[in-house]
T-cell receptor, first 114, second 114 residues
């Protein structure tokens, strides 16, 4: 059974650019959530999608957006990149409810903003 | 609001010894789940163990056990017979009433020495 696949694994951008990250969940998983990990702030929740609808959202500016497709694959986009957006972006997926389901993480996309 | 506290930034243990990683939590949700994840230097978050707030017995998964003390709001991870491959960052996380969202602690860097 394939795991959670995140692409690209590494990328370098400059300030002001935008970036799109992709997450392909485990087959049958319909919930996809995104986290940002930085040394200063730790792991912070960005948003969660379920059946193509954003179900929950963290406290990030509108420059951070996401979407989910009918096959459950998800993308997140960061526009007008800032130096502080440099981070490891982790995607996590889970089956449908119940709420006790374990989130399975991908290997992450490491973004460097110059 | 949900909060996870890990007070040990770093821990050292000799191979084959047991080690306890501390985690305390705070929540007003009557039902919640507690998780431990391992993050090696590669970045991927690896699920280790889960404890539900209504579970009567402490969870165990191979060499991992979770010492759950509900009244003290603590969920310590115990790793028995440490191995060199256990060297990694360990995160305690909690899910409350918000599906698909985990709240993470700042992590504990575990180093296992021969």
């Amino acid at each position: 059974k394939a795991g959670v696949t995140q692409t690209p694994r590494y990328l370098i951008k400059t300030r002001g650019q935008q970036v799109t990250l992709s997450c392909s969940p485990i087959s049958g998983h319909r919930s996809v959530s995104w986290y940002q990990q930085t040394p200063g702030q730790g792991l912070q929740f960005l948003f969660e999608y379920f059946s193509e609808t954003q179900r929950n959202k963290g406290n990030f500016p509108g420059r951070f957006s996401g979407r989910q497709f009918s096959n459950s694959r998800s993308e997140m986009n960061v526009s007008t990149l800032e130096l502080g957006d440099s981070a490891l972006y982790l995607c996590a997926t889970a089956p449908e409810n119940p709420w006790a389901n374990v989130l399975t993480f991908g290997a992450g996309s490491r973004l460097t903003v110059l | 609001a949900q909060k996870i506290t890990q007070t040990q930034p770093g821990m050292f243990v000799q191979e084959k010894e047991a080690v306890t990683l501390d985690c305390t939590y705070d929540t007003s949700d009557p039902s919640y789940g507690l998780f431990w994840y391992k993050q090696p230097s590669s970045g991927e978050m690896i699920f280790l163990i889960y404890q539900g707030s209504y579970d009567q017995q402490n969870a165990t998964e191979g060499r991992y056990s979770l010492n759950f003390q509900k009244a003290r709001k603590s969920a310590n991870l115990v790793i028995s017979a440490s191995q060199l491959g256990d060297s990694a960052m360990y995160f305690c996380a909690m899910r409350g009433s918000t599906l698909g969202r985990l709240y993470f602690g700042r992590g504990t860097q575990l180093t296992v020495w021969p």
